[in-house]
Each structure stands twice: as structure tokens, then as C-alpha cells.
């Protein structure tokens, strides 16, 4: 089902309970002194809505940053990965070629094995590491013959440290997300949220259905935003593996 389609259903599922519940109560509840109580609800309301609110605003923000630093974290994984076979190049033929081949070994095992579980968000086998200390050991015994060489297998190096920090920034934006305390000071702001408006009094039963649905609705939005952002690989995030499907194609 798409992640549209989902959100949409959970948003009107949240505001036809909230509206059911609040016409309910303000039906057969109790009605002496609930206008009395609009005073205090509000105040205490405008306490638990303004903190939830903060909490909320700080964690999608993180979720946000998280999203943009992974795929920031692919490309430079990927575009070192580049470099360092391009630098390779400059040394022996056999160098070179044997750092391409190891260059594309790794691009296809990121694509094909850990992108998936990345995804999933579970646990995955890859060859990665042991393809990436490959690639370091060649260039580390590549032998030279001039400084341009020499220069080049310097560069080779630092192209390959930046891949293996870009990597592991990668895996750790994969397992990541939202804490299970996180969740549960969320979910209980926002009942508590919900539920206080249930308390005010009105005139008009219909606007105050209408605001307690609207709340709701509003609410469960974001949560399901934090939800969807919580794997930045996954979910409505979805990033892809462009840049390493380009630096396949480079590596022909």
C-alpha cells in the first residue's frame, strides 16, 4: 500500500475516534460546570500542547537532518569510491585494474546486499568490509616510480579513509531511529494532547467535535512523519542507491 494511501488512512481513522469520543462525551457526559472548567483545561492544555509540540518539532528537525546526512554520507561514499580508482589509475596497470574490479565488487555489494537490509532495517551479511581492506592493502603495496606516483597513491589512500568514514556514517544512519522511550513520551503527549480539549465546554456540540477531529488529525500526522522518517533508507525517506549505481556504470 503506498505510504500516502497509509497516512491517509490513519489520519482519518485518528479523527473520526477523537470525534466519535468527544460527541459521546459531550452527549451523555456530564454537562454542570463543564463551561466552568474551560479556564483551567486551558491553561493546562496549552502546558502539555506547547511541550508536546517542542518535543515533537525537535525530533522530526533530528529526523530531517538524519535523512539529508545519510544520502549526503552515500554520495561521498560513493564519489571517494570514484576517485580512488581514478588515482589508482595512474599507477601500474595491474594496480589499477585490480582496484576497478574491487571498486565495482564493493558498489554491487552495497546495491545488492546491503541496501535491501538497509531498507528492512534488520541485519545483514556483506562483503564489504573485508572488499574495502582489499582496496587498502593493493594501494598500500602498489609500487611507485616518480612523485607523480607517489603523489597519486597518497591521494588513492585518503580517497579509500573517506569512503570507510562515509561508510560507517552510513551503517550507522541505518541503525538508527526513534528510541522506544522517545516513542512513549510521544504517544503519551499526544493522548494527553487529544484527550484534554475533551474537558472544555461549549455551546455548539459540532465545533467542538470539529476542533477535537482537527487536533487529532494534526497530531497523528506528525506521528506517522516521525515514523516514516525514523530509517532514513526505509519509509517515506527512501534513500536510494543512485550514487552507487553511477559509480558501477563509471567503473564499466
Do not use: C
Not at 5 to 30: C, F, K, M, S
Not at 176 to 183: L, M, R
Not at 184 to 208: D, E
Request: aromatic share 10%; hydrophobic share 50%.
Amino acid at each position: 500500500m503506498s505510504v500516502y494511501l497509509t497516512g491517509l488512512l490513519w489520519v482519518a481513522g485518528a479523527a473520526v475516534v477523537a470525534a466519535v469520543l468527544a460527541y459521546l462525551i459531550r452527549r451523555y457526559g456530564e454537562l454542570e460546570g463543564r463551561s466552568a472548567n474551560n479556564e483551567a483545561a486551558g491553561q493546562v492544555f496549552t502546558i502539555v500542547a506547547g511541550l508536546h509540540a517542542v518535543l515533537v518539532a525537535f525530533v522530526l528537525i533530528a529526523l530531517f537532518d538524519g535523512v539529508s546526512q545519510a544520502d549526503q554520507a552515500a554520495y561521498r561514499e560513493a564519489d571517494g569510491l570514484v576517485a580512488a580508482t581514478w588515482a589508482s589509475d595512474a599507477l601500474s596497470e595491474e594496480t589499477g585494474a585490480r582496484v576497478r574490479e574491487l571498486s565495482r565488487q564493493y558498489a554491487e555489494s552495497v546495491i545488492n546486499d546491503e541496501w535491501p537490509g538497509m531498507v528492512e532495517g534488520r541485519d545483514f551479511q556483506s562483503a564489504g568490509w573485508s572488499q574495502l581492506d582489499q582496496l587498502r592493502r593493493v594501494v598500500a603495496e602498489a609500487s611507485t616510480d616518480d612523485e607523480w606516483q607517489v603523489d597519486r597513491k597518497t591521494e588513492a589512500a585518503n580517497q579509500l579513509w573517506q569512503v570507510y568514514q562515509a561508510r560507517q556514517e552510513r551503517l550507522d544512519a541505518a541503525g538508527g531511529g526513534v528510541s522506544s522511550v522517545v516513542w512513549l513520551v510521544l504517544v503519551a503527549g499526544s493522548v494527553l494532547t487529544i484527550m484534554l480539549p475533551l474537558l472544555f465546554g461549549g455551546p455548539r456540540i459540532r465545533t467542538h467535535v470539529l476542533i477535537v477531529a482537527t487536533l487529532a488529525a494534526t497530531i497523528t500526522l506528525l506521528l506517522y512523519a516521525t515514523y516514516q522518517l525514523q530509517n532514513p533508507f526505509g519509509g517515506g525517506a527512501g534513500v536510494t542507491p543512485d550514487a552507487f549505481k553511477a559509480a558501477v556504470e563509471r567503473f564499466g
